[in-house]
């Protein structure tokens, strides 16, 4: 009986969300459309396809490209090595919302590419409980804390 009421509880909460749309001008709901990597997905947002970049989370990338160079470089690792983690992020974001329809943003801008940058969470009615999906990436492995290029530039003067 207490599950019951925990679920219906959960929908009617998301239910309401979901008929405002956005509770705030930085927090809304959003129904997942696709998982591109280990730190970026596709969401419906107010009938809009929007690209979602998980804030303050940087996960290896899962094909050949400038980022993977550097990636190579910055932490040693071949190419293929590089490829290989991004996609097993990607498989690990994927595992994670794949019985998961909506999510939850909050966000503070949008990048250079036009992507939200946002922290991502999930109302997981198992556990009754909220998954913090950009912690629980970098606690997974496979991502990395993001550092801003600008000190990663600095870094680099330094050696």
Same mark, same amino acid.
């Given at each position: 009986?207490?599950?019951?009421?925990?679920?219906?509880?959960?929908?009617?909460?998301?239910?309401?969300?979901?008929?405002?749309?956005?509770?705030?001008?930085?927090?809304?709901?959003?129904?997942?459309?696709?998982?591109?990597?280990? #730190? /970026?997905? /596709?969401?419906?947002?107010?009938?809009? /396809?929007?690209?979602?970049?998980?804030?303050?989370?940087?996960? !290896?990338?899962?094909?050949?490209?400038?980022? /993977?160079?550097?990636?190579?470089? !910055?932490? *040693?690792?071949?190419?293929?090595?590089?490829?290989?983690?991004?996609?097993?992020?990607?498989?690990?974001?994927?595992?994670?919302?794949? #019985?998961?329809?909506?999510?939850?943003?909050?966000?503070?801008?949008?990048?250079?590419?036009?992507?939200?940058?946002?922290?991502? !969470?999930? #109302?997981?009615?198992?556990?009754? *409980?909220?998954?913090?999906?950009?912690?629980?990436?970098?606690?997974?492995?496979?991502?990395?804390?993001?550092?801003?290029?600008?000190?990663?530039?600095?870094?680099?003067?330094?050696?």
């Amino acid at each position: 009986m207490e599950e019951l009421m925990k679920k219906t509880v959960f929908y009617l909460v998301l239910f309401t969300i979901l008929l405002v749309q956005s509770v705030s001008a930085h927090e809304f709901v959003a129904t997942i459309i696709k998982i591109n990597d280990g #730190d /970026t997905l /596709t969401a419906l947002v107010n009938n809009e /396809t929007t690209k979602i970049r998980l804030l303050d989370v940087d996960c !290896y990338e899962t094909g050949k490209n400038s980022n /993977t160079r550097f990636q190579q470089k !910055y932490y *040693g690792l071949s190419v293929d090595e590089v490829i290989k983690h991004g996609k097993q992020s990607r498989k690990q974001l994927k595992n994670l919302l794949k #019985d998961h329809r909506y999510i939850r943003v909050e966000w503070e801008k949008r990048d250079s590419f036009g992507r939200i940058l946002g922290k991502v !969470y999930l #109302d997981d009615i198992k556990s009754a *409980g909220v998954i913090d999906v950009n912690q629980y990436m970098l606690d997974q492995g496979g991502c990395n804390k993001y550092i801003p290029s600008s000190v990663l530039k600095k870094s680099k003067e330094k050696k």
